[in-house]
């Protein structure tokens, strides 16, 4: 789950140039619906961060959206692939709580709120990435895919984008 934070942080990131539409804010919502769903079936770990990341990507390359930092998320791509391909997830999790669903809903009304701002797709893709780490450490999901995402850490907070966050 912690990949949910720098994936969709970088690949759901916000680009001021263009405001955002009814069917792309429904799209983006999509995936956080689609995961919140996969939890309430008791799915977790690589394929569900995996299969989110998927739709996060699907929308940043339909809709035209990211920054710089977006294009580093290709880093991960060959961790997914052969997870996504695989028909087993042996992870389960207890299914999200109405405060937990509310959290990672926060995440993605954030995001949707920046596309109508003048803030950088970077500095948007880091805030995103933030919100869901903090979401991940504090709801305990994940799987090892979460690992890769640590990569992109320093990156954020080299550029000065968002503070340090555990």
């Known amino acids: 789950m912690k990949v949910f934070g720098f994936l969709t942080a970088l690949l759901a990131t916000a680009s001021a140039a263009s405001v955002i539409s009814?069917?792309?804010?429904?799209d983006w919502e999509g995936c956080t619906n689609d995961l919140i769903s996969a939890?309430?079936?008791?799915?977790?770990?690589?394929?569900?961060?995996?299969?989110?990341w998927e739709c996060l990507h699907k929308n940043a390359d339909k809709y035209?959206?990211?920054?710089?930092?977006?294009?580093?998320?290709?880093?991960?791509?060959?961790?997914?692939?052969?997870?996504?391909?695989?028909?087993?997830?042996?992870?389960?999790?207890?299914?999200?709580?109405?405060?937990?669903?509310?959290?990672?809903?926060?995440?993605?009304?954030?995001?949707?709120?920046?596309?109508?701002?003048p803030t950088s797709g970077n500095e948007a893709a880091c805030r995103m990435w933030a919100c869901l780490h903090n979401n991940v450490?504090?709801?305990?999901?994940?799987?090892?895919?979460?690992?890769?995402?640590?990569?992109?850490?320093?990156?954020c907070n080299f550029k000065g984008l968002i503070p340090d966050w555990n």
């Not at 009814?22 to 429904?26: D, G, Q, S, Y």
């Not at 450490?137 to 990156?155: E, F």
Request: proline share 9%; glycine share 8%.
């Open 64 to 117: 035209h959206r990211g920054g710089g930092i977006a294009a580093l998320s290709n880093i991960i791509t060959p961790v997914c692939l052969p997870v996504i391909a695989w028909p087993w997830d042996p992870h389960t999790a207890p299914k999200p709580s109405w405060q937990e669903v509310e959290d990672w809903r926060t995440c993605t009304r954030d995001l949707i709120k920046t596309f109508d701002s």
């Open 39 to 52: 939890y309430n079936r008791g799915a977790a770990g690589d394929k569900t961060s995996c299969v989110f």
């Open 22 to 26: 009814p069917e792309e804010k429904a």
């Open 137 to 155: 450490s504090k709801y305990n999901r994940g799987g090892i895919v979460t690992q890769s995402s640590k990569l992109l850490t320093p990156l």
